[in-house]
């Protein structure tokens, strides 16, 4: 049994690629290890500052999460503000992380490349997702390949401050799933909020169609063989289909002979049914957010006294206790 920890920004709604990364391993290890699943609503202000609709898409997460199948009495699952003393964490570990290590930051660069503005807080963004594996002694943290760069981050600051203070904090190990390591979005980039190339998880039927309808792919006409491997609605396909289907329509590709629009309304069928019942469920808790609230709320207080523990050691071995 492992301590796996990951978190998810609630910046905007849920969308395949955040249930295929990371939202479905997470629900599955609930099961046999120690799942700590956060909404990361500290990180999300990096790019959003819109009150209302943080709080919005912070409760829309949790009900996202509870509706697939994440359950709060086997995990700790909770809101990040929830317990503050991550933020005092996050300041003691900057003081043990070099400059130069948060510039390298991949992700950083990409955003200020597209033209992004950056706040002092997305650049130190990392510090802070450090201070959320660290406080909970996280062992393994399941996320998408864009994230690996930021575990090494927290590693590296990790391996600083027990080099000075001995071994205070577990250094935690990145967990790629690298068959799935990037889901295409609409336009055939990485699906991303931050691209409008999104289909979410609770799309409704209509809006799902279009977006199926929409996913770009290139123009082999029906008859012509065609390259499954390069092809993003295979990639997509093979989501949400069995084996069987999926070497099926592998076979079918390889031959010539199928239509790529034939291939969309499958697959749209697919995705529909995949996530029925979780919609179902999903309008339920829609219907109670005062329960919603409370889970986190119990979330949070269950999690805090791990918090707390790591707080009087960490404050403890930096000097901040004195007599
Ligand atoms: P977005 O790019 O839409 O802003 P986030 O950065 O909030 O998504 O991602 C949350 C989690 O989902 C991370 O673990 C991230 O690696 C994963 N993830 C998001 N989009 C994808 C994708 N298209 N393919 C693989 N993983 C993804
Ligand atoms: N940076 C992660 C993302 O955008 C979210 C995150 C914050 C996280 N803290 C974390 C992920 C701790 C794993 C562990 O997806």
Not at 81 to 89: A, H, M
Not at 169 to 175: G, S, V
Not at 269 to 298: M, N
Request: aromatic share 8%; charged share 30%.
């Amino acid at each position: 049994m492992a301590r796996i920890l990951s978190g998810i920004q609630p910046s905007g709604t849920l969308h395949l690629g955040n249930y295929f990364a990371m939202m479905k391993r997470m629900i599955q290890y609930q099961e046999e290890h120690d799942l700590f699943c956060f909404l990361v609503n500290y990180h999300a202000m990096t790019s959003l500052q819109d009150g209302e609709r943080l709080r919005e898409n912070t409760i829309e997460a949790a009900i996202d999460f509870l509706a697939l199948g994440l359950d709060p009495e086997k995990a700790h699952f909770w809101a990040q503000s929830d317990i503050p003393e991550v933020t005092e964490l996050s300041w003691i570990l900057a003081c043990y992380t070099s400059l130069g290590l948060l510039e390298r930051s991949t992700s950083y660069k990409d955003k200020v490349a597209r033209g992004i503005v950056p706040n002092a807080g997305l650049f130190t963004y990392p510090v802070l997702m450090a201070a959320d594996i660290l406080m909970y002694n996280a062992e393994i943290i399941p996320v998408g390949k864009d994230q690996k760069q930021h575990v090494e981050i927290t590693r590296d600051i990790a391996l600083r401050f027990n080099g000075v203070h001995g071994e205070v904090f577990t250094i935690p190990e990145p967990q790629i799933a690298e068959e799935i390591a990037v889901i295409p979005g609409i336009d055939g980039q990485k699906m991303s909020k931050s691209y409008d190339n999104t289909i979410n998880i609770f799309e409704d039927e209509k809006s799902l169609k279009k977006k199926v309808m929409r996913i770009v792919t290139d123009s082999t006409p029906v008859e012509d063989p065609k390259d499954p491997e390069r092809c993003n609605l295979f990639a997509l396909y093979r989501l949400f289909a069995d084996s069987g289907k999926t070497e099926a329509l592998r076979d079918r590709y390889i031959r010539g002979g199928i239509g790529y629009g034939e291939v969309k309304k499958e697959l749209f069928g697919l995705i529909w049914e995949f996530f029925a019942p979780a919609r179902e469920r999903r309008r339920e808790l829609a219907g109670d957010r005062g329960e919603v609230v409370r889970i986190l709320k119990r979330g949070a207080e269950k999690t805090r006294v791990i918090a707390a523990g790591t707080m009087d050691r960490v404050r403890r071995a930096v000097g901040l206790v004195y007599r």
